[in-house]
Structure formats: C-alpha cells, structure tokens
C-alpha cells in the first residue's frame, strides 16, 4: 500500500536559485562553446552541434537510469515518492531524446546529406522515445494510484534495458553513426567543451526534475484533498 | 571539410536547443503555479 498523501506541502527553497544557476552556468558554456571552439579537421564548424547534441543524449541517459533506480525503489518500499520521482524523471528524459533526435538530424543532413536513416542508433534511439512516450501514456490509463505505479514502475525497470542497447548499438552493429569518442580520441579543447556542457545539461536537468517532482506532489495532495472533502461530504468546486 | 555552409545547422540546432529547454522550463513553471493555486483553494497548504 502506498503511504498517504499529503495534503501539505512543503515548497523546495533550493529550487528557484538553483534553477538561476543552472541557467547561467548553461548560457556560459553553450556562449563559450560556440564561440570559442574551431572548427574540426574534417566536419569544420559543424561540430559545435555536438555541444548540445552529445550531452543532450548523455542526460537523457542518466534520466532513464534514475526512471530505473526509482521504479525498483517503488517496488521494493511502495513509497509513491518514488514514483512521483521516476514519473518526473521520465518526462525530462523524453524531453531530452526527443532533442538529441532532432539535434542528430540537423547534424546528419550536412554530414551524411540525409535528414534520419534506419541506422542501429538512430533506430534504437528512437525505440527509446517510444517505450518513454509509452510509460507516460500508460500512467493515465488508469486512476488507481497503486495500480498506475506499478505499472509504471515495470516498464520504467524493463524499458531501462534498452538504455545499453543504444549506448552499445554502434559497435554492435554496422552504423554510419560514429563509435564513441575518448577524450583519447579528441583534441582537449573538444573534450573540455563536451564536460562544460554536459555539466551544464546536468544542472538543468537537475533543476527540472525537482520542478516536476515539486509539481508532481501538489497535484498528488491536490487529489487526495479533494478525496478527503469528498469523504467528509463537504462540497467542491473544481 | 565539407562545402556545405555549417552556420544555417549550428543556428538551427542550438536555437531548438535553447527554446525547447526554455519552452519546457516555462511550461514547468506555469505548471507550478496552477497547482499551487489549484491546492490553496481546496484548503491545503504550501509551506
């Protein structure tokens, strides 16, 4: 059984300074990237697109592997928080695949000449935004909380196992898609830009996660007050 | 090097960059609001 909700909430006090500080430390490093980087020896300037590219992807990552750790964590205390939490978490990381997508696509066209192809990471990627899509869809299909995040929670666990597939799908498979680069592999400057800004997605989508938990609780107490009126016979008006 | 010229792609793409994340940190906010508000009327409270 789930705990039950609060119909109180405590506002978080970090968020709204943090989020600033996230949004300089972005501006900083997206500027600075553009600005300051030179162009590669064979994709020329377009390579500032991996600046908002790769970390995108990156983050996106990171916001499957905490839909993960949070659903098995549901399952484990049926603590709806968690749910909360990997509900959240799953609607940035859509967020940010849906751009890494979009991203690799104005990438593609002047490297590869072609918009999207039905290349292993390009596919599988694309896979990922569905089975995400998918498991926000699904949390509507029902009322019953319980239900709803337990539902939730199983595709959050076995969704997740597509997270390896797309990371691995370059090697695994024949794919105009490039193999993952070191910072062996990349002059130093690239590398450092890659780490400012995927810092950078990081904060941001630190900042978004506790908004959209923070938002995710009021709607969560929101419901269970209406429940305690409706108990209690008052009367409401929605 | 290729021919074609970069700037239209990297304009395109960290513009979506920056206004998608705008986009959705605005959206987010508006989000706040309505269920803060939507709470207080119903006699809940927002510490």
Do not use: C
């Not at chain 1, 484990?76 to 959240?88: F, N, P, T």
């Not at chain 1, 890494?100 to 596919?123: E, F, M, Q």
């Not at chain 2, 269920?35 to 119903?42: H, N, S």
Request: zero cysteines.
């Amino acid at each position: 059984m789930s705990s039950p909700a609060a119909t109180s909430i405590r506002k978080p006090r970090w968020l709204m300074p943090f989020g600033a500080f996230a949004a300089l430390f972005f501006i900083a490093a997206q500027t600075a990237s553009l600005m300051l980087s030179q162009p590669d020896r064979d994709m020329g300037h377009l390579q500032k697109i991996m600046y908002v590219h790769v970390p995108s992807a990156w983050i996106a990552m990171i916001a499957f592997l905490v839909v993960f750790i949070t659903s098995v964590l549901y399952l484990i205390r049926r603590d709806m928080k968690y749910d909360l939490l990997a509900a959240s978490a799953a609607e940035v990381g859509v967020v940010l695949t849906a751009l890494t997508l979009a991203l690799g696509s104005i990438w593609g066209r002047p490297t590869w000449g072609i918009w999207w192809t039905w290349d292993p990471r390009l596919t599988t990627t694309a896979v990922l935004l569905l089975i995400y899509v998918g498991y926000l869809a699904l949390r509507s299909f029902t009322d019953d909380e319980d239900r709803r995040a337990r539902w939730a929670a199983a595709v959050g666990i076995l969704g997740f196992l597509n997270v390896p597939v797309v990371y691995m799908s370059v090697r695994w498979w024949r794919t105009i898609h490039q193999v993952q680069s070191t910072p062996d592999t990349m002059d130093s400057f690239y590398a450092m830009g890659l780490r400012l800004n995927a810092f950078a997605f990081l904060f941001l989508f630190i900042f978004f996660v506790g908004l959209r938990y923070y938002v995710a609780r009021l709607e969560h107490a929101r419901s269970a007050r209406v429940e305690q009126q409706a108990l209690a016979g008052s009367e409401i008006h929605v | 090097m290729f021919e074609t010229d970069p700037w239209p792609y990297i304009y395109a793409a960290f513009g979506l960059s920056w206004g998608v994340l705008t986009g959705y940190a605005l959206l987010l906010l508006r989000r706040r609001r309505s269920a803060e508000d939507a709470l207080r009327e119903l006699g809940g409270g927002v510490e």
